[in-house]
């Protein structure tokens, strides 16, 4: 299904004096509207969005982006991933009043074009916005400040990597052309880039690296407004689910990369003793230790165990060494073997309730030991009776089966 155009009236004048090519060109892309043996309308709405889903998607998933997703703002919505709904949710609840006219952009709602071409009549160029100036500057620091923590502060590989500091500009410039591009704005982000590398040596000067990369961003987000800004005359292009999908994931693939270098080159954990430890170094050690040895062996032997025996029977054995009705445990506490009759089992328990009582036990140090060791004791004792009982119980169901069926 088609998109319909918005355009100025000034454009929709020049249009209707093009060119013969034009005219060509324009019957041929009509021609090819034509595929597949269905026609399509140029003018046609898009899909519409509801008010009630939007709202549904921004309470229960707008602190990711939800609800931006839903009405084709994919830019809006991975900022707002990025940033837990526009730092900490700040941004998700001030748009509680916004979504019916994102909707009714989403549409291409009649009032909302009627609004627009007055807006592009009133102004040649979008006019300043101080919330989506400073959603650029902060975007555009947030993205070079997790630019500058991925980078590795020791040797890799013998490689000194500071030198990645300088494509720290290149983040910058991103994070203010994202903000820039949202809704019916848009801009190129080389104008963003030169003046972000411009800014950025002012570095040296400031040595707080907070305040240069806010500069960075000020400077750049002052370049986008100043000069590259512009308004977007037709709806964003809708591109298809498999399209969004690749684009999205793309982007969070790359964004949560530079956070997994940060913390695998930057980041430190404590130890018992109070002491940092590199993340990178505590991986190595925690993949040599013996624990991780163990581990990694039974997987393996699980593995090889269940290309002979089948996974059937391997989960069997697992679940029953998972002992979930505590009957292996029982037997360990009354010290009886499995094979032990209930006569055996009784026998055991009473023996040790009066050596674990905890009235025998004059220490007041010793008693509160003594009563959990009686309480492990009552307990094994209640797990294996109520076994025994439920397998007698089915064998002589079973017994009064099968001579049923002899008779």
Same mark, same amino acid.
């Given at each position: 299904?088609?998109?319909?155009?918005?355009?100025?009236?000034?454009?929709?004048?020049?249009?209707?004096?093009?060119?013969?090519?034009?005219?060509?060109?324009?019957? %041929?892309?009509?021609?090819?509207?034509?595929?597949?043996?269905?026609?399509?309308?140029?003018?046609?709405?898009?899909?519409?969005?509801?008010?009630?889903?939007?709202?549904?998607?921004?309470?229960?998933?707008?602190?990711?982006?939800?609800? /931006?997703?839903?009405? /084709?703002?994919?830019?809006?919505?991975?900022?707002?991933?990025?940033?837990?709904?526009?730092?900490?949710?700040?941004?998700?609840?001030?748009? !509680?009043?916004?979504?019916?006219?994102? &909707?009714? #952009? =989403?549409?291409?709602?009649?009032?909302?074009?009627?609004?627009?071409?007055?807006?592009?009549?009133?102004?040649?160029?979008?006019?300043?916005?101080?919330?989506?100036?400073?959603?650029?500057?902060?975007?555009?620091?947030?993205?070079?400040?997790?630019?500058?923590?991925?980078?590795?502060?020791?040797?890799?590989?013998?490689?000194?990597?500071?030198?990645? /500091?300088?494509?720290?500009?290149?983040?910058?410039?991103?994070?203010?052309?994202?903000?820039?591009? $949202?809704?019916?704005?848009?801009?190129?982000?080389?104008?963003?880039?030169?003046? =972000?590398?411009?800014?950025?040596?002012?570095?040296?000067?400031?040595?707080?690296?907070?305040?240069?990369?806010?500069?960075?961003?000020?400077?750049?987000?002052?370049?986008?407004?100043?000069?590259?800004?512009?308004?977007?005359?037709?709806?964003?292009?809708?591109?298809?689910?498999?399209?969004?999908?690749?684009?999205? %994931?793309?982007? &969070?693939?790359?964004?949560?990369?530079?956070?997994?270098?940060?913390?695998?080159?930057?980041?430190?954990?404590?130890?018992?003793?109070?002491?940092?430890?590199?993340?990178?170094?505590?991986?190595?050690?925690?993949?040599?230790?013996?624990?991780?040895?163990? !581990?990694?062996?039974?997987?393996?032997? %699980?593995?090889?165990?269940?290309?002979?025996?089948?996974?059937?029977?391997?989960?069997?054995?697992?679940?029953?060494?998972?002992?979930?009705?505590?009957?292996?445990?029982?037997?360990? &506490?009354?010290?009886?073997?499995?094979?032990?009759?209930?006569?055996?089992?009784?026998?055991?328990?009473?023996?040790?309730?009066?050596?674990?009582?905890?009235?025998?036990?004059?220490?007041?140090?010793?008693?509160?030991?003594?009563?959990?060791?009686?309480?492990? $004791?009552?307990?094994?004792?209640?797990?294996?009776?109520?076994?025994?009982?439920?397998?007698?119980?089915?064998?002589?169901?079973?017994?009064?089966? #099968?001579?049923?069926?002899?008779?």
């Amino acid at each position: 299904m088609g998109t319909k155009q918005t355009v100025s009236p000034v454009a929709t004048k020049n249009s209707s004096h093009g060119s013969p090519s034009k005219l060509k060109a324009s019957s %041929t892309s009509s021609s090819s509207a034509m595929a597949n043996g269905k026609p399509k309308e140029a003018n046609a709405l898009p899909p519409q969005k509801s008010v009630v889903v939007a709202y549904i998607c921004w309470l229960f998933g707008g602190i990711f982006g939800l609800h /931006h997703l839903y009405l /084709h703002r994919d830019r809006h919505a991975f900022i707002w991933w990025c940033t837990l709904g526009g730092y900490m949710g700040i941004g998700w609840m001030g748009e !509680l009043f916004l979504i019916p006219e994102y &909707v009714r #952009d =989403a549409n291409e709602d009649p009032q909302f074009v009627k609004q627009f071409v007055a807006k592009l009549q009133a102004y040649p160029k979008p006019p300043y916005s101080s919330k989506r100036f400073v959603g650029q500057v902060m975007i555009g620091h947030l993205f070079g400040q997790v630019c500058s923590m991925a980078i590795p502060e020791t040797l890799v590989g013998g490689w000194d990597l500071s030198f990645l /500091h300088w494509a720290i500009p290149i983040f910058v410039s991103l994070g203010v052309w994202l903000v820039g591009n $949202i809704g019916r704005e848009q801009g190129v982000w080389w104008h963003c880039l030169l003046a =972000a590398c411009l800014a950025y040596p002012a570095r040296y000067l400031i040595y707080d690296e907070t305040y240069s990369l806010l500069l960075t961003g000020l400077i750049s987000a002052l370049t986008f407004d100043g000069i590259s800004k512009q308004w977007r005359r037709t709806p964003p292009r809708r591109g298809s689910p498999g399209e969004r999908t690749f684009k999205l %994931t793309t982007a &969070v693939i790359i964004y949560c990369a530079f956070w997994g270098s940060f913390l695998y080159f930057n980041g430190t954990i404590s130890d018992e003793d109070g002491g940092e430890v590199p993340i990178h170094e505590a991986l190595h050690n925690f993949l040599a230790s013996a624990w991780w040895t163990d !581990l990694k062996q039974a997987l393996q032997d %699980t593995y090889n165990y269940a290309q002979h025996h089948g996974w059937y029977e391997t989960w069997k054995e697992v679940f029953e060494s998972m002992d979930v009705d505590g009957e292996r445990n029982s037997y360990k &506490v009354l010290g009886v073997s499995a094979t032990a009759s209930q006569a055996e089992i009784t026998a055991a328990y009473r023996k040790l309730s009066k050596e674990h009582h905890p009235d025998k036990v004059k220490d007041e140090a010793l008693r509160a030991q003594a009563h959990q060791r009686f309480i492990e $004791i009552q307990q094994a004792y209640s797990v294996l009776s109520k076994i025994k009982s439920n397998r007698r119980r089915k064998n002589k169901q079973y017994q009064q089966e #099968d001579e049923a069926i002899v008779l």
